[in-house]
């Protein structure tokens, strides 16, 4: 299994290293594998998202777990396998509902960021942060409350360990998120979370509310009962009569 700590050592003197990934052959890009899937069973499959799952990439993963909206299935979903030149149905998917709540489902079409592209991003952001790895986990997900894409690259090194996470937007490759683990003597593990250490933006000066209209400071006159007004306990338990 060839390492990929080297390729991003080398990417900062030779980007052009990482337009490799989109060139390899033993894995399968996730746009190759939504086609299959809709040449196979239909466009309309693939339209509702719930998630796709490819593991181990080198740069791409070998074969992709998808799991799409069907309403012919009692769960509401179905999983489809795609993997060499094929893809197969494998049946209801009973993952989710009812004890998963599926976070949402993408609209295909905002899918922009193929993994290719997604895996260029996780190696620009690995090197910057001095980070090697091995193989690479791919998630796509929606984005909360929303039909947006989300990636979510999974770094491992050689022994499988997790090195790193990036959340990428699978609209527009914006980063969401990064996570690097730095493993050191002793069993020591350093985080780095880019939502805990990335600095702030001061939070602007509240601006207080405006006076109501009149003068300023001016109160309003407190009500005064008469002598025909009933008291707020008498109110409470006897109907007023008309006059």
Request: aromatic fraction near 8%; charge should be positive.
């Amino acid at each position: 299994m060839r390492t990929i700590a080297l390729s991003l050592i080398l990417a900062v003197f030779f980007p052009a290293l990482s337009s490799l990934s989109q060139e390899d052959r033993r894995g399968i890009t996730a746009r190759v594998a939504l086609d299959r899937v809709a040449a196979r069973h239909g466009a309309a499959v693939i339209e509702n998202i719930v998630e796709m799952k490819g593991r181990r990439g080198q740069s791409q993963p070998r074969e992709w777990w998808i799991v799409v909206r069907d309403e012919r299935s009692r769960s509401r979903l179905r999983t489809m396998w795609v993997g060499d030149v094929r893809a197969t149905d494998e049946g209801e998917n009973k993952e989710f509902y009812p004890k998963i709540l599926p976070l949402g489902f993408i609209a295909e079409k905002k899918l922009k960021i193929d993994s290719p592209a997604a895996f260029n991003i996780l190696i620009r952001e690995a090197t910057a942060a001095r980070i090697g790895f091995d193989s690479v986990d791919y998630k796509l997900r929606s984005k909360e409350f929303s039909d947006d894409p989300v990636w979510s690259l999974t770094a491992n090194d050689a022994k499988g360990n997790v090195v790193g996470k990036v959340l990428l937007s699978g609209f527009d490759g914006r980063i969401y998120r990064t996570v690097w683990y730095y493993r050191q003597t002793g069993g020591y593990v350093k985080v780095v979370d880019s939502a805990i250490d990335a600095p702030q933006k001061p939070e602007a000066a509240r601006k207080p509310a405006p006076r109501p209209s009149g003068e300023p400071g001016q109160r309003v006159p407190e009500f005064a009962p008469g002598p025909g007004d009933p008291g707020t306990e008498q109110a409470d338990i006897e109907a007023l009569r008309p006059e």
